[in-house]
T-cell receptor
């Protein structure tokens, strides 16, 4: 079945620096890659996603890049701000059951002012 | 406001005492699901429902039941809770299948089973 590995598990950066979180997956047929942000005391919320027909997608300070050959995709946050502090999850659809996503274990990002 | 609501938000119970966590969405979504979140394991799907009266097992269904009698509601039932079901639970909904559509999550229910 699909195996999703997310790194690092924790990340601490100074305000204004960039942060990068990486996910690797095992099923080469996967073609939808979302990133969710979970703030303290709340449920995860979709922040950006990418489909396999593009290699990069940007939305203001966040971007996602996809390398299908290497089977990994990354979340990039530039000019980090304290409100970016949260837990971030990547996810990959399960192709043998297209009603489920396999989530990464999560990355706790701390942005120090 | 479009949202997914869950109740209760916090619950402490004892082994074997049946409980129900309610979930409701007001977005007319077809698809709803339940996840549990445990440290280091991310989110794991318990059950999902494609539509009214249609439910199926996710990755970790043992010890849980669900029902979907109305489109907006999807309660999670623990008939005989055990300590290994202590976890943070999320209900989620999406327009159709979760695999290619944004999922909207509820605020979570923190359950402790003593």
């Amino acid at each position: 079945g699909e195996n999703v590995e997310q790194h690092p598990s924790t990340l601490s950066v100074q305000e204004g620096d960039s942060a990068v979180i990486k996910c690797t997956y095992s099923d080469s047929a996967s073609n939808y890659f979302p990133w969710y942000k979970q703030e303290l005391g709340k449920g995860p919320q979709l922040i950006i996603d990418i489909r396999s027909n593009v290699g990069e997608k940007k939305d203001q300070r966040i971007a996602v890049t996809l390398n299908k050959t290497a089977k990994h995709f990354s979340l990039h946050i530039t000019e980090t701000q304290p409100e970016d502090s949260a837990v971030y999850f990547c996810a990959v659809p399960l192709l043998y059951n297209n009603n489920d996503m396999r989530f990464g274990a999560g990355t706790r990002l701390t942005v120090k002012p | 406001e479009a949202q997914v609501t869950q109740n209760p938000r916090y619950l402490i119970t004892v082994t074997g005492k049946k409980l129900t966590v309610t979930c409701s969405q007001n977005m007319n979504h077809e698809y709803m699901s339940w996840y549990r979140q445990d440290p280091g394991l991310g989110l794991r799907q318990i059950y999902y429902s494609m539509n009214v009266e249609v439910t199926d097992k996710g990755d970790v269904p043992e010890g849980y039941k669900v029902s979907r009698k109305e489109k907006r509601n999807f309660p999670l039932i623990l008939e005989s809770p055990s300590p290994n079901q202590t976890s943070l639970y999320f209900c989620a909904s999406s327009l159709f299948s979760s695999a290619y559509n944004e999922q909207f999550f509820g605020p979570g229910t923190r359950l402790t089973v003593l």
